[in-house]
């Protein structure tokens, strides 16, 4: 239960802006936010904050079994925004997000809840280490003005090799975006990076996302641009935070942007890689160690990138569990099709400064002891369609494991790996990630840190569940085939 003045002013904000509903949420192992809209009555003079909302966990994925269904949503009063597209009389609401307990009494989140169980003790795994754990997610995603699964169009000038060799394409769904729209500039593939107005036409868009972000929802935005695909990918990126929070963040982000898209006849998606030959979407998470006030991944004296003994350790525990990783990390069919050569997604696993085709990469803006607070690591084998808390209590456990068994990264390379030659790439030791779903399912079943952060209840329905995905994906007989061999 949050603390009595946490209650106090959210009862308070909820009187202030004389709010008629709440959204009470909280997240499956999917990552996918569940709502239940409750009235405001209930957290003002009824026992929401007190007693928790009583839900059936049974209907929630990777919850419970249908014979013991009854579950707790404990609301903390710290997470309370006013939603302001919600206007109106008897329209006028706002969010909460929450842990979830088991019913009857019980006193403790459940091993269900990725926010309240996983989460929560990997900051605690991070506090008896001496350590604080800050994070910080880059989101990209698309915005589509229409896409119609149940239509597809025939490509036959596109081809993965560019032309050479087979120069067919293949039936597939296309998305119509902002930048495809009649009326627009044509954005060419993989070359709207940074372009501005008219070219960008997402700007009005993403203005009114950070801004609602900003005003309503407690994030500090840095920056946001649109990104390098041509059909209307964006990021916006805001300012990092302990772990719980910055997840509780990531979530409102989609939140909003989903929502603020509708509002524009836009379609937000957060799915890795919708579009056929262009750039997917990624979540690079930057994550760094503090003691008290001191970020312990900074040296001075450190002449490579300023990064601390801890530091290189920390790397050392997420290269060692890379393979185990991607699967929290990337955990959908679609994540793999971004995980390819050719589209500035990470494929080996190794480490660098400065340098965008490793899989952990140490940010180099800055140099001396007045940006000690910068120091962090990036771990670029993240996609947004990941669960947020799950990723990164994996992220922290794992580059925990590497300061506490004291794990050496290796030596950094240096060089574009994308261009190394194969032979090359072995000499450095250089591993990949999984190609596969599957493959990357194969590697966390007999991770012992993934299990020991997610804990059995989760870790196995996340397996099961994911497991089921693929055998889905493997059972579907697609137009590529069709195309492909029906003249065998």
């Not at 997240?27 to 904050?49: H, K, T």
């Not at 293949?170 to 495809?180: C, F, G, L, Y």
């Not at 925990?400 to 794990?407: E, F, N, S, T």
């Amino acid at each position: 239960m949050k603390d009595a003045e946490s209650q106090r002013k959210a009862i308070e904000t909820l009187k202030a802006n004389k709010v008629r509903w709440v959204h009470s949420a909280f997240i499956d192992i999917r990552g996918l936010m569940q709502d239940m809209v409750i009235p405001a009555s209930e957290y003002v003079e009824g026992s929401a904050f007190t007693s928790g909302i009583g839900f059936d966990g049974s209907s929630v994925r990777g919850f419970k079994t249908i014979e013991e269904s009854d579950m707790i949503f404990m609301p903390d009063p710290n997470t309370l925004a006013i939603i302001p597209w919600a206007s109106g009389e008897n329209q006028k609401s706002s969010i909460i997000l929450g842990d979830v307990f088991e019913s009857y009494g019980s006193k403790e989140p459940s091993e269900v809840d990725p926010r309240g169980y996983v989460a929560a003790r990997a900051v605690k795994a991070a506090q008896e280490m001496g350590f604080t754990s800050f994070f910080a997610p880059e989101l990209e995603f698309f915005i589509f003005s229409s896409i119609d699964p149940t239509k597809l169009t025939w490509d036959l000038w596109v081809s993965p090799k560019g032309g050479e060799g087979d120069s067919w394409g293949a039936p597939r769904v296309v998305p119509q975006s902002p930048e495809t729209s009649t009326g627009s500039y044509t954005l060419r593939p993989k070359e709207a990076y940074y372009r501005p107005p008219p070219e960008d036409t997402t700007i009005e868009y993403r203005n009114e996302v950070a801004s609602v972000l900003e005003d309503y929802f407690g994030l500090k935005i840095e920056k946001h641009h649109h990104e390098v695909a041509t059909s209307g990918q964006i990021e916006i990126d805001f300012r990092f935070g302990p772990l719980i929070e910055t997840a509780d963040s990531a979530l409102y982000y989609k939140f909003v942007a989903k929502n603020v898209a509708k509002k524009y006849g836009l379609i937000a998606t957060f799915m890795p890689k919708p579009v056929y030959l262009d750039n997917a979407s990624g979540m690079h998470v930057h994550a760094s160690l503090w003691k008290g006030k001191e970020n312990v991944m900074y040296d001075e004296n450190d002449e490579y990138a300023e990064l601390s003994q801890t530091g290189r350790y920390f790397i050392g525990g997420l290269l060692e569990h890379a393979r185990a990783l991607t699967a929290v990390c990337c955990p959908t069919v679609s994540s793999y099709k971004r995980l390819v050569p050719g589209f500035e997604a990470p494929i080996y696993i190794m480490w660098s400064r400065r340098n965008r085709s490793a899989l952990v990469r140490i940010p180099l803006y800055y140099k001396g002891p007045q940006y000690s607070s910068h120091k962090r690591c990036e771990y670029r084998g993240v996609d947004p369609s990941c669960n947020p808390y799950l990723a990164f209590s994996c992220l922290l456990m794992a580059g925990l494991d590497g300061v506490k068994k004291k794990i050496d990264p290796g030596d950094p390379v240096d060089e574009d790996v994308y261009k190394l030659s194969a032979e090359r790439r072995r000499a450095l030791g250089i591993k990949e990630l999984p190609t596969t779903l599957k493959e990357a399912l194969d590697e966390m079943k007999s991770n012992e840190i993934i299990h020991r952060t997610l804990g059995s209840h989760i870790f196995d329905a996340f397996i099961e569940y994911k497991t089921n995905d693929w055998n889905q994906y493997c059972l579907y007989v697609t137009p590529w085939e069709i195309m492909k061999y029906l003249d065998y």
